[in-house]
C-alpha cells in the first residue's frame, strides 16, 4: 500500500485518460493520493475530483509562481474550498527563488497570508520551497512563536540537503521526496532521505513532472510513486513494505486522512 501526497492528476494532462490514470494507480496499490491545487481555478480542479472519487483528497493553494495573481477575492475562496471535507490542507504554497516568476516580495506577502489562513483554520500546509529553505523556516518559526496553533504539515518536492530536510523534520514537519531521489546524481538528496527520521518520510510524484528512474521522460501518473518508494527504502536500508507502512502512516498522519485507509 501506498500514497501519492502530491499530484495533478486534475490538471488537462490527463483530461483523456484521468479515469484510467486512477485505475493505473489503483492496480499499483496506492490507496490515496491528494491532488494539490496551484491557484484558485486548479484547486477547484482538485476539489472537483476529490468529490468525484473516493481515493482522492485535495489542497488548495497558491503556488509562489502564481503568487502576482493573488488579490482581494483569493482568501475567500480559499476558505470556501477548504470548508469542504474533501480538502485536507492549504497549498502548495512558499517561496521559490529559482524561477522568481512572481516578484520575491509578492512570495513573501503571499506565503504569509497563506501560512496565517491554515493556522487559523488549525490545517496543515504543504509547502513549496525552493532555493529559500532558510528563509521559509524564519517564516514559520515567527508564526510559531506568535499564540494559536503551531504550522504543520509537508515540505512537498523536496530538493535540498539533509541539514534543510532535519529543519523541516525538527519543527514537526514531513519532508516528501518525488521521482528526484532515483536519479543518479542526486546525491545530495539521497543523502537527505537517509537522514531524517523515519516517521518523517512522505512519498509522492509531482506528476506530471519528474517520473522517477527507470520511467525517465515519460509523462509521470500516481502509480509511479512505487519506483521512488522502492529508492528510499533502499537508501535507508530497509524493505520496501517496512517503507510504505511508515509513509503511509505519515501521510495519514500529517494531512488527518481517515484512519481506516492504512486499513483497507
Do not use: W
Amino acid at each position: 500500500m501506498l500514497i501519492d501526497s502530491h499530484c495533478h492528476v486534475s490538471t488537462p494532462r490527463y483530461e483523456e485518460d484521468r479515469d484510467q490514470v486512477l485505475a493505473r494507480a489503483r492496480e499499483a496499490g496506492l490507496i490515496a493520493l491528494i491532488d494539490v491545487g496551484c491557484d484558485v481555478a486548479s484547486s477547484e480542479a482538485s476539489l472537483a475530483l476529490a468529490r468525484s472519487s473516493p481515493m482522492v483528497f485535495a489542497a488548495v493553494g497558491v503556488h509562489p509562481h502564481e503568487a502576482k495573481f493573488y488579490d482581494e477575492t483569493t482568501p475567500d475562496a480559499l476558505r470556501r474550498m477548504a470548508a469542504d471535507p474533501r480538502v485536507v490542507a492549504i497549498g502548495e504554497m512558499g517561496l521559490d527563488f529559482h524561477y522568481d516568476h512572481s516578484p520575491r516580495d509578492v512570495q513573501r506577502r503571499v506565503f504569509r497570508l497563506q501560512l496565517e489562513l491554515a493556522r487559523s483554520l488549525d490545517m496543515p500546509v504543504v509547502l513549496h520551497i525552493r532555493e529559500a529553505y532558510e528563509e521559509g523556516l524564519a517564516l514559520i518559526d515567527e508564526l510559531n512563536a506568535l499564540p494559536g496553533p503551531a504550522l504543520r504539515g509537508v515540505s512537498h518536492c523536496f530538493t535540498g540537503n539533509a541539514t534543510q530536510a532535519l529543519g523541516f523534520s525538527e519543527r514537526g514537519f514531513g519532508v516528501s521526496f518525488t521521482g528526484v531521489v532515483t536519479f543518479k546524481k542526486a546525491l545530495d538528496l539521497q543523502e537527505a532521505a537517509r537522514a531524517i527520521p523515519l516517521e518523517s518520510v512522505l512519498v509522492e510524484t509531482d506528476c506530471p513532472y519528474m517520473s522517477p528512474v527507470p520511467l525517465r521522460g515519460k509523462r509521470c501518473e500516481p502509480a509511479f510513486v512505487v519506483h521512488t518508494a522502492r529508492k528510499v527504502a533502499e537508501l535507508r536500508g530497509i524493505s520496501e513494505a517496512e517503507l510504505e507502512a511508515a509513509t503511509v502512516q505519515n501521510t495519514i498522519r500529517v494531512f488527518g486522512l481517515p484512519g481506516d485507509l492504512g486499513a483497507s
